[in-house]
C-alpha cells in the first residue's frame, strides 16, 4: 500500500475522533464575551494545526469539514526513572486511545546490575487494573489482573496531560477554557471533567505553537508537570503528525520519568483495552461500599 494510500485509511478511520476543530463556530453560543471565545478557538485551532491534529480530505479530492484524526497511538521510548528515589534505567511503551478514555503501559525498569522488572498498568474509563501479561484475565488461565480501583484518576491523568489530550479536553470544556500571556507566553486553562473533575491543566505554548509544558493542578498539594520537546513526525509511516521527542514528567518538583522517544504512531493503530470481568465486579463492589 502506498504512503498515501495508508494516509487515506488513517483519515477515514478517524471519523469517529472525538473533536471537529471548527472552534469559532462551536463556542459563539457560550456565555462569555465572543472577544475572549476568540481568543480561545484561536489558541486551540493554532495548538491543534501545529500538531497536525486537524485534517480535510474526502473521496476524490472532495473537500470535507476539518476532523479530528487522532484517537489511537502508541508511543515507544527509553530513559529512566525515579523509583523510591533511585533513578533506573526504563523502557516506555504506552498504548493509549481517547474514545474510551484508555491507556496501557508497560514499563520495564532495571537497576544497575539487577533484574529487570516489568509491570502493565491498565485503565479504561472507570475501570484501572494490572496485567501479569498482555490480555491477562480475559481467559481463565491466561494470567491475572489484579484490580486497582484507587489508580483510576492518576492513570486517567496520563491520557490527558498529553499535548493532544489538553486540546481535546479543551474543545470539551466550551466556556470553561480559558487562554491568557504569562511572562510573554501564551497559556491555556482547562478545566476536566467526570473521573478527573476538579483538576485543572495549564498549558503553555511556544512561539510556534507547540505545548511545552503541561501542568496538572490536582487540588491535592502534588501538582504534576509534563515537559515536551523536540516535536516532529516520529512515526514509522510519516504522515505530518508533530509528537514531542522527549518527555519528562515530574511530581512535586521532582523528576519521575524521563523518556526519549523512538517511535511515536499517532495513526491511530488498531489498540482494543477490554475490561477482565473480575474487574469490572471488583469496582462495582467497591462502589457499592462507598454509596454506603
Not at 215 to 240: C, F, K, N, P
Request: one cysteine or more; a neutral charge; proline letters at 5%.
Amino acid at each position: 500500500m502506498s504512503t498515501k494510500a495508508k494516509l487515506m485509511k488513517v483519515l477515514t478511520s478517524a471519523a469517529i475522533a472525538i473533536v471537529a476543530f471548527q472552534c469559532a463556530g462551536a463556542q459563539s453560543a457560550q456565555t462569555k464575551t465572543a472577544a475572549n471565545m476568540s481568543e480561545v478557538a484561536k489558541a486551540v485551532k493554532a495548538a491543534a494545526d501545529a500538531l497536525g491534529m486537524p485534517r480535510t480530505g474526502g473521496p476524490g479530492g472532495a473537500l470535507l469539514p476539518e476532523i479530528d484524526v487522532i484517537n489511537r497511538m502508541e508511543i515507544l521510548g527509553s530513559g529512566t526513572s525515579s523509583v523510591s528515589g533511585q533513578t533506573v534505567k526504563t523502557e516506555y511503551h504506552a498504548a493509549l486511545g481517547y474514545n474510551p478514555p484508555a491507556m496501557r503501559l508497560e514499563i520495564t525498569r532495571t537497576n544497575a546490575g539487577g533484574t529487570p522488572q516489568h509491570t502493565i498498568q491498565t485503565v479504561r474509563d472507570k475501570y484501572a487494573w494490572d496485567e501479569s501479561m498482555m490480555g491477562a484475565g480475559l481467559v481463565p488461565g491466561k494470567g491475572t489482573a489484579t484490580p486497582q480501583m484507587t489508580a483510576v484518576k492518576q492513570r486517567l491523568l496520563q491520557i490527558w496531560i498529553l499535548p493532544y489530550g489538553v486540546l481535546k479536553a479543551a474543545f470539551a470544556a466550551g466556556d470553561k477554557a480559558t487562554v491568557s500571556v504569562e511572562d510573554g507566553t501564551t497559556v491555556l486553562s482547562v478545566p476536566l471533567s467526570g473521573e478527573l473533575a476538579g483538576v485543572t491543566l495549564k498549558a503553555t505554548l511556544d512561539s510556534k505553537n507547540f505545548i511545552t509544558k503541561v501542568v496538572a493542578q490536582t487540588g491535592g498539594g502534588m501538582d504534576i508537570e509534563a515537559d515536551y520537546s523536540d516535536y516532529a513526525d516520529h512515526g514509522e509511516i510519516l504522515t505530518d503528525i508533530k509528537s514531542p521527542g522527549h518527555m519528562v514528567e515530574k511530581q512535586g518538583g521532582s523528576t519521575v520519568l524521563d523518556i526519549q522517544i523512538k517511535n511515536w504512531d499517532a495513526n491511530n493503530p488498531y489498540l482494543v483495552f477490554p475490561i477482565p470481568q473480575n474487574v469490572k465486579m471488583a469496582t462495582q463492589q467497591s462502589s457499592k461500599v462507598a454509596e454506603k
